[in-house]
């Protein structure tokens, strides 16, 4: 057929409404056959993105946004989630309820569970990567352990405490800890045997977990409370019967994390924390308060364990699905947290941002100030609450926590703690003129 003879045979197709294949033509592409349509009186035809074919039958969009004839897709599949057509070599995932899912849905919606290799939707998440199921069945088991799994969560076992404050928003504050110690190799007691005197003392408020770092211990959880709640549980530790037989801080593997709620933060507040943790100008004050004294071993612990990140260089915590620290719909990896991994100085879970970066510790008055940096951290970048500056430095801190008469008294473990460290001068505590300087273990 020569190309006249095409020419005329489009011509006749088109008139006639029929499709038209323009692979089956030797001497007219596709640009001359578009230029055919749209001289005819014919409209209303449709060019398919992956064959080219032109037809008047209606399309099917694409998760990308093409358009496809009813012949190509069947190279594609459906998205159980979100009703897209997506193309067969893409990434797909199978849901425990047997939905195939695209590969956006699953980072946006869905995690596989470390335990059960089930892809389950988010709302079944359970925590640390496993689905509500596994760690249902594991809690089960170790209901009447003294120490229980790794997994298991204080806040789904024990009651709650008195938030810290509720916001404007309806949003309740709350403060939790998890604090980790080891059995000292000259303790008398059997760790199973400490663990139940600690627990009965604290009138089970607390919840004993295993900890895959500790080689004899174990870690102390709380439920979710007020730093008042908080502190006093702090006390009651410090104070048990064999609290000599365990170490933290000097156990090198030991470490304390303590949890704000984060649907009381805006988002701001959260940067905020955040960016005063992670800056270099206040590594200083950070440092003393992790009590990650040296220069090498703050670099790698921080390195190894509890990675600071340079937020002057950074704009997002993490890689990946989470583009930034401070978007709500984007803030969690599929293990709960924005990060790469949960082993740096500010984490962001799902439902809290977790200070990472101290060391464990027994000694009471220090345990008290930690809890208690963290708190001020809370109310220092609190919008209306601050003296000056944009609650960036260390320096705006210190004059934040000592200028103001009422604040100073709330803080004043911390406060203490800061004389001691020659951060602040004696001056500055209430009804005292001279506070011993000692370093604060």
């Known amino acids: 057929m020569s190309r006249l003879q095409e020419i005329k045979s489009l011509i006749r197709a088109i008139k006639n409404k029929e499709d038209i294949q323009p692979s089956e033509f030797s001497y007219v592409d596709a640009n001359e056959i578009r230029d055919l349509i749209e001289r005819s009186e014919v409209t209303g035809y449709n060019e398919c993105s992956d064959c080219g074919l032109f037809t008047l039958d209606s399309l099917s969009e694409t998760q990308d946004g093409d358009d496809v004839c009813d012949s190509c897709t069947n190279n594609y599949f459906t998205c159980d989630h979100c009703n897209s057509l997506v193309p067969l070599d893409h990434p797909a995932y199978i849901t425990i309820n047997e939905e195939q899912i695209c590969g956006t849905c699953y980072r946006e919606s869905y995690f596989t569970c470390d335990i059960c290799d089930g892809v389950f939707h988010d709302d079944y998440y359970g925590g640390d990567g496993e689905c509500q199921s596994c760690v249902e069945n594991r809690e089960d088991e170790d209901e009447d352990s003294v120490i229980q799994d790794y997994s298991t969560k204080a806040e789904n076992h024990l009651p709650w405490g008195t938030a810290e404050y509720t916001t404007k928003q309806n949003k309740k504050l709350f403060f939790g800890m998890e604090l980790e110690v080891e059995r000292r190799g000259s303790a008398i007691h059997n760790i199973d045997h400490i663990a139940e005197t600690l627990r009965d003392h604290c009138s089970n408020r607390i919840l004993l977990a295993h900890d895959g770092s500790l080689d004899d211990g174990f870690e102390i959880k709380t439920p979710p409370m007020s730093l008042k709640e908080l502190s006093d549980i702090a006390k009651e530790i410090c104070t048990f019967e064999y609290v000599t037989e ?63 990140e340079d937020g002057a260089k950074k704009s997002h915590v993490a890689k990946g699905w989470a583009r930034h620290p401070f978007d709500h719909k984007k803030i969690y990896s599929k293990q709960g947290s924005v990060n790469e991994t949960r082993y740096v100085a500010v984490n962001f879970t799902r439902n809290t941002v977790e200070i990472r970066i101290t060391r464990g510790t027994l000694k009471l008055e220090t345990l008290l100030a930690c809890i208690e940096w963290v708190g001020a951290l809370v109310y220092f970048t609190t919008t209306g609450e601050r003296d000056a500056g944009n609650a960036e430095t260390q320096e705006e801190f210190l004059y934040w926590l000592t200028h103001n008469p009422q604040r100073n008294s709330k803080w004043k473990n911390l406060t203490k703690y800061l004389v001691g460290k020659q951060f602040l001068p004696s001056t500055v505590l209430p009804n005292v003129n ?8």
């Open 246 to 308: 365990l170490r933290s801080h000097d156990g090198g593997q030991c470490g304390l994390h303590i949890h704000i709620s984060r649907d009381a933060l805006s988002q701001l507040q959260q940067g905020k924390i955040y960016q005063f943790i992670n800056a270099e100008k206040n590594k200083k004050l950070v440092r003393s308060l992790a009590r990650r004294y040296s220069r090498e071993t703050y670099i790698n612990d921080c390195a190894n364990y509890t990675r600071v």
């Open 434 to 441: 001279k506070l011993e300087q000692k370093t604060c273990a």
